[in-house]
């Protein structure tokens, strides 16, 4: 009774894994884990009450080969040299889909040859289809992980673990910055400024065409002297433009107009709370040196040229050599590119583009602005939606374009010690700041679409495989019963002897399981396998559909763990029918044709 109380305890248990993706009750996820544990329980008590006595030697031998195949020793060790081989040729460098299909097969093979050596006919053909399930889910797993790893990373070298940002601006940014920095969790923080512009090739010999090829970009205004505190835009440098390329390259020669902070009762108690870095009466001495700033460095587009008595749609096109400061290259302000957007607009080291404001332009009554630039560096982020439309310049030259030349900014992005803690320090830094008017945005809601169904499509293929195993334990359940049957005789003299119904179920308990186990840690092997040859082979995908160049593999103990204790959790639940069938043999029944 104890063990029919548990066995349907245990049936919650099924729920315990699925509460892990979808978002259930918390009484009935409460429940789940209860069976959970009662189905642990129930495994633990089966393993010490009889097991290990010679219920567990009778349900062995069933499934042990009586005679092994004469030939099969040779064949192993030929499949063993072409496993060995096939990926001694993958790990140096040899690309070719039929030497990784040999392998896998060859792998195959020789895991069948094995198993037919130890295991019968019956056992064999049970414990195949296991193996196929849990190879095919660890390798679907491994590869969805990868998938949702190099995501993640590749989105957390752009994009910073946390984001603060206010809708009108930041005048008050330096000292929100250094309050930031004091939060527990946090490692770096940078300003930073968005603006989606225009951005297009120019030919500084030939001057505007007709033909220019546009982009739209995503302009990010960066502090070189913070910036890499907070992404990884100097690795990306290195990779797209094959060199070491530092950001105190991204220069401009732009003065911005200083702006006070506001009054200490509009602004947040803990930042109202914080000394300027730059000191008490910064203000003065700071307006004091714009003033004296050449006109030249001050001047925000669409602004009338005084100093020079013209108007800017009077100023001529820029050339090379030219006596103008403002058009000679190595005086331009510099900009990055993305890997992607500079090959599609053939941009390199050094060519110059126009950048133009479209902003200025939903007005009828004036212009687009532009500003041209010299290329200082090309990255690769490896993630084609930010090679193909970011591009990072000095903050300075987004100030000017979207704040009018105004010292305030977008927001400050933060990079915490472990970016799992983004949503606690999110949480903190919200305390701190009361009402609507400040954003505070973890890396998970950046692309919160993209991870989710990322995240949606891993546990529905999972769980898709998970019913390959669950098909593939049927076999057992069908072999054990068929056996059952069979072995009638053979039961009713067990129990005419003095076995119990409890001992002998716990003799098929011990088949079923032996075949699971057999089956699940062969199938984990080859999962293995499978996933180096997939890792080895560097399968290309298109970066315009996935977002990454290669087919990512990522294995994961736990996921290999949780795999493991499903297959068996299943391959006891197929054991119990015929089981309980057997307990309840009469042998009078079993012996009647005898």
């Not at 789940?32 to 031998?61: D, F, K, N, P, T």
């Not at 290669?550 to 299943?570: D, F």
Request: net charge negative.
């Amino acid at each position: 009774m104890l063990l029919l109380a548990l066995f349907v305890t245990s049936w919650a248990a099924l729920l315990g894994p699925v509460s892990l993706f979808v978002d259930l009750p918390p009484a009935l996820v409460t429940a789940s884990w209860v069976g959970v544990a009662a189905l642990a329980v129930l495994l633990l008590r089966w393993l010490l009450s009889g097991a290990l006595g010679y219920e567990s030697a009778i349900g062995l031998r069933i499934i042990r080969a009586e005679r092994r195949p004469r030939g099969s020793r040779v064949a192993l060790l030929v499949c063993l040299l072409l496993v060995v081989g096939g990926l001694l040729a993958l790990n140096l460098g040899v690309q070719s889909l039929a030497l990784v299909v040999t392998v896998a097969a060859a792998s195959f093979l020789g895991l069948l040859l094995l198993l037919v050596q130890y295991s019968s006919i019956f056992g064999t053909t049970s414990i195949v289809g296991v193996v196929l399930g849990v190879a095919a889910l660890i390798v679907v797993q491994s590869v969805a992980t990868g998938f949702q790893h190099e995501f993640e990373r590749r989105v957390l070298g752009v994009y910073a673990h946390i984001n603060v940002t206010r809708s009108s601006g930041m005048t008050e940014y330096r000292r929100f910055e250094s309050w930031l920095r004091t939060m527990p969790g946090v490692k770096g923080a940078s300003p930073f400024v968005y603006y989606a512009m225009m951005l297009a090739p120019f030919d500084p010999e030939g001057g505007r065409t007709d033909d220019l090829r546009l982009a739209s970009v995503l302009v990010k205004g960066i502090e070189p002297a913070t910036a890499a505190e907070v992404i990884d835009l100097p690795a990306h440098l290195e990779r797209g433009s094959g060199r070491a390329i530092p950001l105190g390259v991204l220069r401009s020669d732009f003065e911005l107009m200083p702006v006070p902070d506001r009054e200490a009762e509009e602004l947040p108690a803990a930042v109202a709370a914080t000394p300027d870095p730059r000191g008490p009466g910064w203000y003065d001495a700071v307006l004091e040196h714009y003033a004296s700033v050449p006109a030249a460095r001050k001047r925000i587009p669409g602004e009338i040229r005084t100093d020079l008595g013209v108007d800017d749609d009077e100023w001529p096109e820029p050339a090379a050599g030219g006596d103008d400061a403002r058009f000679d290259a190595t005086a331009l302000p510099t900009i990055f590119v993305g890997a992607t957007l500079a090959k599609e607009l053939g941009l390199h080291e050094d060519s110059m583009v126009m950048v133009v404001d479209p902003g200025s332009s939903w007005d009828s009554s004036s212009e687009p602005e532009f500003q041209y630039y010299r290329v200082s560096g090309v990255f690769q982020a490896g993630f084609q939606e930010y090679d193909s439309r970011l591009v990072y310049v000095h903050i300075k030259e987004l100030q000017r374009f979207k704040y009018r030349g105004r010292d305030q900014v977008s927001g400050v992005d933060l990079r915490l010690d472990n970016a799992d803690l983004a949503a606690s320090v999110g949480a903190e830094i919200r305390a701190e700041l009361p009402g609507r008017e400040y954003s505070v945005l973890e890396w998970q809601n950046l692309n919160e679409n993209l991870f989710k169904s990322i995240r949606f499509q891993k546990n529905l293929i999972t769980i898709i495989l998970s019913l390959v195993i669950t098909v593939a334990t049927f076999n057992v359940l069908s072999a054990l019963w068929t056996m059952v049957v069979r072995r009638s005789a053979e039961v009713a003299i067990l129990m005419s002897m003095g076995a119990t119904g409890p001992q002998v179920a716990r003799i098929f308990q011990v088949t079923g399981m032996a075949i699971g186990l057999s089956g699940s840690l062969a199938g984990v092997g080859f999962g293995l396998i499978l996933c180096w040859l997939v890792h080895l082979y560097g399968h290309a995908l298109d970066p315009e559909v996935y977002f990454i160049e290669s087919l990512p593999v990522e294995i994961s103990v736990t996921q290999i763990g949780w795999i493991l204790g499903m297959t068996l959790a299943i391959c006891f639940v197929a054991t119990l029918p015929p089981s309980l069938r057997a307990a309840k043999l009469r042998p009078v029944e079993g012996l009647r044709y005898e």
